[in-house]
């Protein structure tokens, strides 16, 4: 009988010892419901509840601020080409990572107060902590058209556009093009992704020329243009084919597509004063601007890019890197992807970038974890996801 109530006594004390966040995990998975509104084909419907993938268990003491509940919309659930990637994945590995419906892009139709409520958790570019309300809804409310919640254009041109399978590549600035001779192969492809220093001038043999989709954070195109002046980079692709992804990080994002939208300058924050038409050109229509949505970007450092950075204090610090989300973003919206100038193991046998006058070593920041990355790129390639470029010698 004493055995027993020292044993009751002990368990009473463990229980009042336990961290707190640990008494509120089976609170976590909760649904938060998001009500969806206002016209249009798209759907963003209450978070889907979603769980952790078996292989790897669950910080509970920052799971919170990580936040595995997502919305969902429907936009990419229709493709008919039968070598679709979304048709291959439930028989890969990645089946109980995948969400097919996802929400890849966001649009005025998400500048909701609800909205705003759910996402305002989380930081960076996984939520939106970091903007005031009155930006994000200035902002996202002028990307009013079909254009902007649909990535490719072969969505709202209706019927008889183009082959019911899209193509893509996507072109990273790594080293292993340089003297690649992978131009007209990237170039054949139905649309071109590109990302931070995209330089083409003088190296179109190797990476083409064409840009559909410049993916990037203000703070990247602004590193960009700093460091890779001297290479030729004075900014972004500015074609006629070419549209611009934000990945927002902060809200100078927000404040650069208002000002964009609107004519403007940017009128306040750090990049206050700055005209627009440097970074894009003069044609500023609402229709060549998107921004990836906080919950796909979390969504991808969650699921597919989780590092061990996470459970430490610094997990605040780390999200994918912008090429990394381009590819990903590629591969949820494209029926077949082809990757092109990505980190492979062999990586130290080339320079940093294939633009890079002198030989350069690959960098690598605590921020992003490039190599997590790379070992992703070779699954996804051995699952049949992805078709990578590894030299030379084939892809």
Request: charged share 20%; proline share 6%; glycine share 6%.
């Amino acid at each position: 009988m004493a055995f027993v109530l020292v044993a009751a006594l002990l368990s009473l004390l463990l229980l009042l010892l336990l961290p707190a966040q640990w008494k509120l995990w089976p609170k976590l998975s909760s649904r938060t419901p998001v009500n969806s509104q206002g016209p249009g084909a798209l759907v963003t419907a209450a978070p889907e509840q979603v769980t952790q993938p078996q292989h790897r268990a669950p910080a509970p003491t920052l799971w919170p601020s990580l936040g595995d509940t997502y919305g969902q919309d429907k936009t990419y659930c229709s493709s008919k080409c039968p070598s679709s990637i979304r048709k291959k994945i439930m028989a890969t590995e990645f089946k109980d990572i995948f969400l097919e419906t996802i929400p890849v892009l966001q649009w005025a139709q998400h500048a909701r107060e609800d909205e705003y409520q759910r996402l305002r958790r989380y930081t960076g570019a996984h939520g939106w902590k970091e903007v005031s309300w009155d930006v994000l809804k200035a902002s996202l409310s002028l990307l009013n058209t079909s254009a902007n919640g649909f990535l490719f254009d072969t969505h709202i041109q209706g019927p008889g556009a183009p082959a019911p399978c899209i193509r893509c590549a996507v072109v990273g600035n790594g080293g292993i093009l340089n003297g690649s001779r992978m131009g007209r192969t990237i170039d054949a492809h139905d649309y071109v992704f590109r990302v931070n220093g995209a330089i083409t001038a003088g190296f179109e043999k190797d990476v083409g020329n064409r840009t559909s989709f410049y993916v990037f954070s203000t703070n990247t195109m602004m590193n960009s243009m700093n460091s890779y002046a001297a290479e030729g980079f004075q900014h972004p692709p500015q074609t006629p084919e070419t549209r611009y992804v934000f990945l927002p990080d902060h809200d100078r994002d927000y404040l650069l597509l208002w000002a964009a939208v609107t004519h403007q300058r940017v009128d306040r924050g750090r990049d206050k004063g700055a005209w627009p038409q440097k970074y894009f050109g003069q044609d500023l229509l609402a229709e060549k601007f998107k921004m990836l949505h906080p919950d796909f970007v979390r969504y991808l450092r969650n699921r597919f890019l989780w590092a061990n950075i996470l459970a430490t204090p610094w997990w605040a610090l780390y999200r994918p890197s912008t090429g990394a989300v381009m590819l990903l973003a590629a591969i949820h919206t494209c029926d077949e992807v082809s990757a092109f100038g990505f980190l492979t193991p062999d990586y130290q046998a080339y320079s940093d970038h294939y633009f890079d006058r002198t030989r350069k070593r690959v960098q690598f920041f605590t921020n992003h974890d490039l190599k997590k990355e790379m070992k992703l790129w070779q699954r996804l390639q051995r699952s049949g996801l992805l078709s990578l470029y590894t030299g030379k010698e084939g892809t």
